[in-house]
């Protein structure tokens, strides 16, 4: 992949308010039993969330766990004002995060008070430990926008917890696909071979005419936001056309590929559970 790859941004990120009186209704929005779509003509201001104990701040909350659909992972995008956030941002301390930063800056610490805060401009990547402690607050001015993804953390006997990350994508060369001519790449935060980690969220990049040439069809869940440019994806048993601020909402074992449509490059974030045995609930004897 080309430095220009490792670029941040620009990444789509929802503004808000609401189209005219005028508009047609008729969108691309779709919920059925294997997935979800969720344009981004559908993040206006009337279906965002507010949470405790954060200033300042509006969330368009865009999965969560449901029961029979996609049961391991929730994901908001955070919006903060300046001034805005938190100093007791997650409310469960079993619950791991991962911040990404779509655009402002964010100041971010983790662990004891008085730690040197990070601070995340576009592109910002941080891994949050179950109990790590963190805080987050918008110090730079303008508005901040950042996708907030949370799961139970599943831990192993011998295994530790993993460690707390701070990065960007651009310090992170993409792996290319076998066979792909670097067309198709995915940009690993943490190594995919540690097994204290028990969730990835990567970011997948395609070059126009680029595809996934086969129906992925697997046990893990996805939540894929589109970052930028535009695509067709093949979703269960329909081709879905998705553009930058699109977001998809994938159960387990829902067949999935997709056609990169350019004339620029198609980039998602993507969620997934992984490295872990299924767990059994207490009526399987």
Not at 13 to 38: C, K, N, S, W
């Amino acid at each position: 992949m080309t430095n220009e790859t490792r670029r941040a941004g620009p990444y789509h990120a929802p503004r808000g308010g609401l189209p005219h009186q005028t508009q047609l209704m008729t969108d691309r929005a779709v919920f059925t039993e294997a997935y979800a779509v969720i344009p981004r003509g559908t993040l206006r201001d009337i279906v965002t969330s507010a949470f405790p104990f954060w200033d300042d701040t509006r969330a368009w909350v865009l999965a969560r766990p449901m029961t029979g659909f996609a049961e391991t992972f929730a994901q908001a995008i955070v919006e903060i004002g300046p001034g805005g956030g938190s100093e007791t941002p997650e409310p469960e301390a079993a619950v791991e995060g991962i911040l990404f930063v779509l655009d402002g800056t964010v100041s971010v610490t983790l662990g004891p008070n008085g730690q040197a805060p990070h601070d995340l401009g576009p592109g910002g990547y941080a891994y949050l430990p179950p109990g790590c402690g963190w805080t987050i607050r918008n110090r730079a001015g303008g508005t901040a926008r950042l996708h907030w993804i949370r799961k139970r953390y599943q831990p192993v006997a011998g295994l530790d917890h993993p460690d707390p990350l701070v990065t960007n994508e651009t310090l992170i060369p993409p792996s290319p696909m076998p066979g792909t001519g670097g067309g198709w790449a995915t940009t690993h935060f943490v190594d995919p071979a540690d097994m204290r980690h028990d969730m990835h969220v990567t970011i997948v990049t395609m070059d126009p005419g680029a595809c996934i040439p086969f129906a992925e069809t697997h046990v893990m869940e996805h939540g894929l936001y589109v970052l930028e440019g535009k695509a067709v994806y093949h979703l269960n048993r329909d081709w879905i056309e998705v553009e930058a601020g699109d977001f998809m909402w994938l159960r387990a074992f829902c067949p999935q590929a997709c056609y990169a449509g350019g004339p620029g490059r198609f980039r998602y974030l993507l969620y997934k559970d992984v490295n872990r045995h299924a767990t059994f609930p207490a009526w399987v004897r």
